[in-house]
């Protein structure tokens, strides 16, 4: 299921995602149409005694407006302090276990929204991967040039899903296919959307949002800002 093998290799960031978005690994396609009401078709509306919202009523945020990947060219990497640095495509992340959760998504303007994720556990692929014991930090990157991270612990701890189903129906565009990020317990900044790139480091890392003032912790209900 890898198909990235080698040595331990530490890359400059920026360097990394200059090469993921120069070398073919994901193609950024024009939007296609999107039908709302097709979303009803096999959406789930109630999961975990909770009563999911539908999509078409969800809040949304974006960097940089949608980005379109094309599946057939999507690939995701996981590398820095790992032993054995991960290149999977969409079909490799479909392969591995999944869970399904349901998870509210909080944005800091407000608004929130029920809905069921399924995904990979993170840890699975962490654990594949092989993190150095001094990691503490995991990077998420997409194309738009965004970034976040969370603490290692926490997505131990909390089995943190990487997801690709919303409600039982694939991840649209717009939602952040191929994959995104449920940070569950964090602000909707740190769902990382259309993910191409994970990181492990040993040193804390402010995303897009951090950088601006936003707090790195993210926990629901104890929002701060922070001077950058």
């Known amino acids: 299921m890898s198909r990235g093998t080698g040595p331990?290799?530490?890359v400059p960031t920026?360097?990394?995602l200059a090469l993921i978005t120069s070398t073919g690994c994901i193609s950024i396609s024009e939007p296609p149409a999107i039908n709302e009401s097709a979303?009803?078709?096999g959406e789930a509306r109630y999961y975990e005694g909770v009563n999911l919202t539908p999509i078409a009523q969800q809040g949304n945020f974006m960097f940089n407006g949608t980005q379109f990947i094309d599946k057939d060219?999507?690939?995701i990497r996981v590398d820095g302090l790992v032993d054995k640095p991960l290149e999977l495509d969409y079909d490799d992340l479909l392969a591995y276990?999944?869970?399904s959760r349901a998870?509210?998504?909080n944005s800091v303007d407000g608004w929130s929204f029920d809905a069921k994720w399924t995904g990979v556990p993170l840890r699975i692929l962490l654990d594949e991967a092989g993190v150095n014991e001094s990691a503490k930090t995991v990077i998420f990157y997409a194309p738009d040039g965004y970034s976040t991270s969370l603490e290692l612990d926490y997505i131990l701890e909390n089995d943190i899903i990487l997801a690709y189903r919303l409600n039982d129906i694939t991840l649209p565009p717009e939602r952040g296919f191929p994959v995104?990020?449920?940070a569950e317990g964090k602000y909707g900044y740190k769902w990382a959307k259309w993910v191409v790139l994970i990181e492990v480091t040993d040193e804390p890392y402010?995303?897009?949002w951090e950088r601006r003032g936003y707090s790195n912790r993210a926990n629901v209900g104890e929002f701060e800002y922070e001077i950058p």
Do not use: A, W
Request: charged share 20%.
């Open 180 to 182: 995104q990020v449920v």
């Open 73 to 75: 060219d999507y690939s």
């Open 206 to 208: 402010r995303g897009y």
């Open 8 to 10: 331990l290799r530490i």
């Open 103 to 105: 998870v509210r998504l």
């Open 14 to 16: 920026l360097l990394i």
């Open 97 to 99: 276990p999944n869970t």
């Open 39 to 41: 979303y009803m078709e």
